[in-house]
Structure formats: C-alpha cells, structure tokens
C-alpha cells in the first residue's frame, strides 16, 4: 500500500523529529510519501498568511497530515489550522509509560475524546461595568454529534466502554444539550457500555479506580482540564500524541492532523537530544487512522515495549540519542514483523 500524507514542519527539535519518522517509516512494509509544507516561524513571516493557504490545500488533498512543534509568535498555527479544517474534535490517548517516574500507583489508559469547539473558549468574554464580566457559553449539535460518534466507534472497536462526562445537573441547558445528543447516540452502538459520569465526580474516580474508564467523551473546557489531569497522573505533560478532527455529512473522519504534545524545546534544538516518542505515537496513531490497525497498534507496542525495557533517551534517564532511539525503535519493528510473517 501506499499513502501520501501531508508534512507540517516546524520549529526548534522539528527537524530532529522529522528524521526520527524517517528513520521509523523507511521499515515499515508499506510506502509513505510525505507532501512537506514549511510552517517555521521564520518561513511565516516571510510568507504571512499564503502559507496557511499552502498547508490548507495539502492537508484537504492528502486528508491525514502529521504536524510538528511550531512556535506560537503573533498567531497560533494550530488554531488556524483548527478553522480552516473545521476540527471540530479532538482525541488525545493518555496511558501509562513505562520508565518515567510518577507519584500515582495505578495503571491509566484512557483515551480522552473532547469536542474542541464552543464552551466558553469561543467566547473571550467581556467587562459588565467595573465589577463584573460576563462570556457566552456555546455548545452546538453538530459538534457532540461528531464527537460521540467517534468515541462510541472507538469505544466498540477497542471493546471498551464509552463515558461521557458533564455537568448536566447544573450546566441543564448547555451539557444537557450534550448528554442527549449522546444517548441520541447511543441507540446506533448498542454493544457499547454507555455511562454517565458527573464531571467532578469522574476526576476523583479516575484517580481512584483509574481501570473502569477507557473511552471518556466530554466538552471543550473539560477536555482540557482532563487531559492535563491525566497526564500528571502518568508523570509527563510532553510524552503524548493527539489528533485533531473534521468530519463529512455522516459523521466520518475527513481530515485528520497528528501532532505531539510537546513543544519546540529550543534549548535542546540541534543536539540530537530530544525524545521522539511523542511523534512515533502520533505517526501511530495517523496509522490507525488511515486504516493500517494493526500496524498502528504494532509501532506504539514496540515503542513503550522499549521504553520498559530500559531503552531509553536521556530525559528518562537512558543514555539514548533521538536518532539512536528512532534505529532501535525501526530495528524492533522490522524485527516483530518479520516474526509475525507481515
């Protein structure tokens, strides 16, 4: 098989980090063609917003695109990207890793799906007089529509449960809205465990019996909060991947944009020092997407597979470069797919 897939390049560990998928996707037994588009500061300030244009139209033309750390000046590349996309979700898996150190005991494995649209985050707000202030909290069908559909095929291809997460005895309008859009839902997957959780009361569940969730679906603001809890609890802000989101008319993905959590780490930037785990996760989980199931859940294997067994770079306490980590994550991929007769 072969695919193209659209490149945003970046700022800072970018380059770094772009070798490091070459290095991966050279072993695998499919072929993918990058399409690369330039989003380097500098590379925008030369070119404004006809970049933007550039990136648009590659990703609308390949549809999955894999996008590297890029500095945020005067704009947001992300939240540009989100409107020209019309992202209107985003998943982001947070799970346990072997080897980085953390004060929680439990194993997690959640994956967070969070509509990435309305709340309050749409509406800056503004002053009432002196005293006060005021912003409009917005939260739009089509959206949760989305974004339950996706969690609830999630959920049923992990063989999981699927919970979604609100307020809904307070926020009645708003997150009431959401919940029966979700049940609406619910009707088209009935071998899925559906649950509601209270927002609140699902953060300290989490945290108490973190192996009863797996697919959590949940509105903007909450989806944010969740996802910073989550990953204090596996002990790394920076080591996740996400994706962001769009659908057609059926509620099937049609574009997909992969990207790494973390930043662009320019202090390290050029010293073949930083951990390309993040990028091997997203270019997993891009392969998930655009059909390669297996290979997908394969690579992310293989990476936490050794990582727990002591292969590691510096900031974990190995003695790895991005580059060596990169070979030996290629190498044990080839290796278990040659045992596996791919």
Sequence with gaps: MKYKITELL???ISAELATAVRTVVARL???IEFEPIDLSLGNRQARGLAIYDDAA?????NRFTLKYPTTTAKESPNAILRQRCQFSVIHRPVATIP????????????????????GTYDDPGRPVGTE????????ERQPCWQAARYAFALAQRLGR???SSSKHTIQRATDGLFETIVSEVARDFPDVRHQEELFDALLAKIIMHPDRFSVV?????????????????????????????SFDAKGDVHLAMFDPAGGTAPDIAGKNLANPTAIILALAMLLTEIGEHELGLQLERTTLDLIGRGVRTRDLHGELSTSDFASAVADEMASRLTLAAW
């Design 10 to 12: 970046g700022d800072g």
């Design 29 to 31: 037994p499919i072929e």
């Design 57 to 61: 139209e590659a990703m609308h033309r």
């Design 99 to 118: 080897g980085v150190p953390t004060n929680f005991r439990g194993q997690l494995a959640l994956n967070i799906v969070r509509v990435a649209t309305g």
């Design 132 to 139: 006060a202030a005021v912003s409009l909290r917005i939260v």
């Design 161 to 163: 449960s699927m919970t």
């Design 217 to 245: 679906l949940v509105l903007n603001e909450y989806g944010d909060f969740l996802s910073d809890m989550a990953c204090g609890l596996i002990g790394s802000m920076g080591m996740g991947a996400s994706s962001s989101l």
